[in-house]
């Protein structure tokens, strides 16, 4: 955290906001589709069909995915692809990503997928929302709705009147796109946006979830992250807040986070010995710098390894 301009991986944070307040995501960012759905149904976030299909694809941190399905207000069942594309700047096989994947659930389940796309890069032109190619005979469109985060700008103020969770995580990727280099102005920032948490009269919960997604993102060195923790919990001493201060409660979080991680690289590290063979240094630097989801996705691929090439394949998928 040292470093400014150091990119956050937002994998983790945009997945578990979107589990978390799923029903509002799609109202905020496609309420058409929304208007659609049952909400007093259950839904149901289908993470084991989605590994299923994305298997094979590439991995990284640059966009997170979600296969969910909820119940039409008819009472059809609904498959939605939810796709967030995280990294800066635009990319050229995104539609064809789309479209495999769209593909890949109605090949494997007989069940077509309502597709859907957020777009938090930063270049105004690129707007994809189909994919489709043309040949003497056969030809193929298949179009996706897509929202950009970007658009958010000129409408700042009906974000700051929004209840909406969603209004918070975009208010804090705009600033956070927008304070790249200005360190204190993000510190400002990130100081009224988790103060506007409190002012909309959240519940705790609530906070801590939206803190977690605006703490992850917006990133400070380490002499303002300092200013920042004391200047934050002066605030929730003067709101004389009844539960332990919850940037604490976050704080020891991480910490448990970090602990599980380096449990889980001793583990796959003397798992992969076991079947591979022993690890040269390198290699297992290069093992001990995968994140948790990639150690978890490690500890499940290597039961099917058979030599020391498979590893090799496994990490230069990863990169």
């Given at each position: 955290?040292?470093d ?9 944070p ?8 799923f ?18 149904r ?35 069942e ?89 209004a ?49 993102v ?20 003067e ?81």
């Amino acid at each position: 955290m040292s470093d400014v301009n150091e990119r956050a991986d937002f994998d983790s944070p945009w997945k578990e906001v979107l589990e978390a307040y799923f029903p509002q995501a799609m109202q905020f960012f496609f309420p058409e589709t929304a208007a659609l759905i049952d909400w007093k149904r259950p839904y149901e976030f289908l993470d084991k069909e989605f590994q299923q299909i994305s298997r094979g694809a590439e991995q990284g941190k640059r966009y997170a995915d979600k296969l969910v399905k909820v119940w039409r207000t008819q009472g059809q069942e609904l498959w939605l692809l939810v796709h967030i594309e995280i990294q800066a700047t635009k990319e050229d096989d995104f539609t064809k990503r789309m479209f495999t994947y769209n593909f890949r659930i109605f090949d494997r389940f007989e069940q077509p997928a309502t597709s859907l796309a957020i777009l938090c890069d930063s270049n105004r032109q690129w707007r994809p929302n189909n994919y489709s190619y043309n040949y003497p005979h056969t030809r193929l469109l298949f179009e996706f709705e897509s929202i950009k985060l970007l658009d958010y700008e000129n409408r700042w103020t009906e974000l700051e009147q929004s209840n909406n969770p969603f209004a918070t995580v975009v208010m804090a990727h705009l600033k956070t796109q927008q304070t790249q280099k200005q360190p204190q102005e993000r510190k400002t920032w990130k100081f009224s946006l988790i103060r506007r948490l409190y002012d909309l009269g959240l519940q705790e919960q609530d906070i801590r979830n939206l803190y977690r997604f605006i703490d992850w993102v917006m990133i400070l060195p380490k002499a303002l992250e300092n200013q920042f923790w004391e200047e934050f919990k002066q605030f929730e001493q003067e709101r004389t807040m009844r539960y332990v201060t919850t940037g604490e409660r976050i704080g020891y979080e991480r910490g448990i986070q970090e602990g599980r991680q380096e449990g889980e690289q001793t583990i796959i590290l003397r798992l992969l010995q076991r079947r591979v063979g022993e690890l040269s240094p390198q290699l297992q630097q290069r093992v001990q710098s995968l994140c948790l989801n990639q150690l978890e996705a490690l500890g499940e691929a290597l039961l099917d390894f058979t030599g020391m090439e498979d590893l090799l394949n496994w990490l230069q998928v990863e990169e």
